[in-house]
Structures are given as C-alpha cells and as structure tokens.
C-alpha cells in the first residue's frame, strides 16, 4: 500500500501543501478548526513522518528570505537594490547564511511565497522592504510566526508587534535639500515622487511641503510616479512645460533623476543655470551625469548590513530592537545653482 503524503492529505482536505505543513508542525499559519481538520484526515490516511522529515523539521534552514514586491523590470535597473543585497550579503555570508530572494508583482504575493517558504523550512525569517502606509505583510509575519526586520519606519508597524525596524530619517533628508534651495534663492521648487502607497514616499512628501511652507515658497508642486525612466520623463516635461515652471526640481531617486536632466536638455534648459536637479538616491548615474547630479546620499550597502546584522542578532537571541541608519545628507555635486533669469 502506498505510503501517505502531505500531497495526498493537502488533496482530500482542500487545502494548500503549506498548510498541511503548518497543521501537522503544529506552526501558526492556519486556524483552529483547519487545523483539527487536516490532524484528523491525516491520522484517518494513517500518514506518519519520516526520520528524514522529522531531522529536517528541526534543523535550521540557514537561509533568509528577501521577497521583493516590485515589477522585475524596474528592479534590474535600480543601482540601490543591487547596493543594498550586497550589504545583506556582506554580513550573511560571514556567518554562512544564504540569501533566497524572490521578486513578486504584489504584496498578496509576497505574502504568499513568504507563507511557502516558511512552510518548506526554507527560511527561518525575512527581510520586509518597500513597506507600504498600511503593509499586511506586517501583521502576517506575526501570524505565521516568522521572524523578520522591517526596512522603513517604525510608525508601519501595526499596534502590539514587535517586528523591529531599520530606517532612516527620510524627513530631515528632504528638508536639507529644500532648505538648501530656498537659502540660495529658488521660489519655484517642484517634486517628483514614488509611489504614493510607500511610507517613505509619504514621509518625504510630507517633510518637502512642510519644508515648502515653512520658506513660503510660490511654487511647491508634487507630482506623483512609479520611480521609472519613463514616469520620470513625463513628470519633468509636465512640470517644465507649465507657465510657470519651476527653478529646481527633487526627484525621488537617480533614475528619474537622470531622466529629467535628460528632459531639460530636450526643452533647451540649461542645467543648473535654468533648472536645478536634486537626485534621491546617489549613484554612479549621478556621477557619470553631465553635469554631475547633486543628491540626497548615504552608504545603501551598510543600510542593507545593517539591517542583516539587526536580523541576525535577533535570530541569536536577542531581544527586538529599532536601529536608526545614518540620516541621507545632500551631496552637492554641479547641478545646483541660484535660479537664472
């Protein structure tokens, strides 16, 4: 007789392989009644686990998860994510800890793979990054019981978890670079931001306009993208095209940034002398820019070592605790200037 699989007790209950793994392990992920359910079809099946299985079941996966909600397209292009696994990696493979990453159209799933491989013991906690105003891969981590650390603010966190944060002050990033163009003369500051269901769009545009207010500026426009070349184009040539343009423009990150230098060159603007440029993130794309881009910086490979290092303590034993990264400072490099005439 043919020996009993989840497989086979996952077909006659209707459920996911997943989670009869989580019922049978006795690990949070399904409900009471399923749960029940699924034991009792399983000892009805006469099913048992393998010495294999049960070895497997209590040996550590000495894996991470990195599960990426984010159009793989747009990923590729993006030098801070490639900056960022680098730092994870930096600090990972010194303690031989393996990195699996997967990239995902949405946040259900990424919920789900996270669900799957905390199922197969292929991670024994994550990386949450891009996190949203209200993020339910938050709350899902609790539920399933999976250690993780969040890379954004703490405020994302939902009433009574304890997932820790690695962050860094967005808000006082954006208000340096504002400040910094209202004191050298600009009336007329426009922004280019990311996607408005990202925390830390939201904190940067809410500092640019408190920032705008404050120097009671004429102009302080906002205008809402994807981070994408093409969204960065449309943006700046919107803005650019207006009858009443303004002087200088921030963007969210260097690949808009560098798509709205690309604009202004179209257009017949000088840059700095008729637009100034403030990129989000640095890059060698601002570098290899001309004229090189000004941008809010920060070392994104110790952001990403920061945030394995707070991981990996906490796995260690460690209770939770927040850690704050270094504030992005504006690194000025030859597309600021007074606004022209």
Request: glycine share 8%.
């Amino acid at each position: 007789m043919k020996r009993p699989t989840i497989s086979d007790i996952a077909e006659a209950a209707g459920v996911s392989i997943g989670a009869v793994s989580f019922a049978l392990n006795d690990r949070p992920g399904v409900s009471a009644s399923t749960r029940e359910r699924i034991r009792a079809i399983a000892d009805e099946m006469g099913w048992q686990p393998s010495a294999a299985a049960r070895n497997l079941s209590a040996a550590k996966a000495e894996a991470i998860g990195l599960v990426i909600a984010r159009d793989a397209a747009t990923l590729g292009v993006e030098p801070f994510y490639m900056k960022f696994i680098a730092g994870l990696e930096t600090e990972l493979s010194a303690t031989g800890t393996a990195l699996v990453l997967q990239v995902v159209g949405d946040h259900d799933r990424a919920i789900e793979a996270l669900r799957s491989l905390w199922a197969a013991r292929r991670i024994d906690a994550t990386i949450l990054t891009d996190l949203w105003v209200n993020d339910e891969r938050v709350a899902a981590l609790d539920r399933l019981g999976l250690p993780g650390v969040l890379v954004g603010h703490p405020s994302v966190r939902p009433a009574g978890s304890s997932v820790p944060a690695v962050w860094s002050d967005d808000a006082s990033a954006l208000t340096e670079a504002v400040n910094y163009l209202a004191g050298i003369g600009h009336r007329r500051i426009a922004r280019v931001g990311g996607l408005t269901t990202l925390e830390h769009t939201r904190i940067r545009t809410a500092a640019f306009r408190a920032a705008a207010q404050r120097h009671g500026l004429a102009t302080a426009e906002v205008v809402d993208t994807d981070y994408t070349w093409e969204a960065g184009a449309w943006a700046t040539e919107r803005l650019l095209t207006a009858a009443d343009p303004p002087t200088a423009i921030t963007f969210d990150n260097d690949i808009m940034a560098t798509a709205g230098l690309h604009v202004a060159r179209k257009l017949g603007l000088d840059v700095p002398g008729r637009l100034s440029i403030v990129a989000g993130d640095d890059s060698q794309l601002c570098e290899m820019a001309y004229p090189a881009l000004s941008a809010l910086a920060r070392d994104v490979h110790a952001y990403g070592a920061n945030a394995a290092r707070v991981l990996l303590s906490h796995l260690a034993g460690a209770p939770p605790a927040d850690f704050q990264d270094a504030t992005p400072r504006l690194l000025l490099r030859d597309s600021i200037a007074p606004p022209g005439d």
